[in-house]
């Protein structure tokens, strides 16, 4: 089992998803952070995903909802580095090295 590090890019969009959905539904929100979570944890076990767009990523569809985790392999840690929403174009995106894990 690897182990799950957010970089803080990630955790900040995970938390601004979360804080936007909360003040319209709660049950929404507390749904997509038990299936976000359930998806880390899933990784964490099994680490699958299609290849992503920024060269060295993988990506996997957090199921039930309209999110995407971004994410790398590094010996034994699972990096999600960035979540994005199917409605965002995350295609351009590169990960410039600069942001903390």
């Known amino acids: 089992m690897k182990t799950v590090v957010w970089s803080s890019h990630a955790r900040s969009q995970y938390l601004s998803a979360l804080g936007f959905l909360v003040e319209r539904n709660e049950a929404a929100a507390a749904s997509l ?3 976000i979570e359930a998806t880390t944890a899933a990784l964490a076990r099994r680490s699958v995903g299609r290849p992503g767009y920024a060269e060295g990523t993988l ?3 957090v199921s039930g909802t309209s999110y995407v985790l971004v994410f790398e392999l590094s010996g034994d840690e699972l990096r999600i580095l960035r979540l994005f ?3 965002q174009d995350w295609r351009g ?4 090295g600069a942001d903390d894990q």
């Open 33 to 35: 952070s038990d299936r």
């Open 59 to 61: 990506e996997k569809t």
């Open 93 to 96: 995106w590169r990960d410039t």
């Open 85 to 87: 929403h199917m409605a």
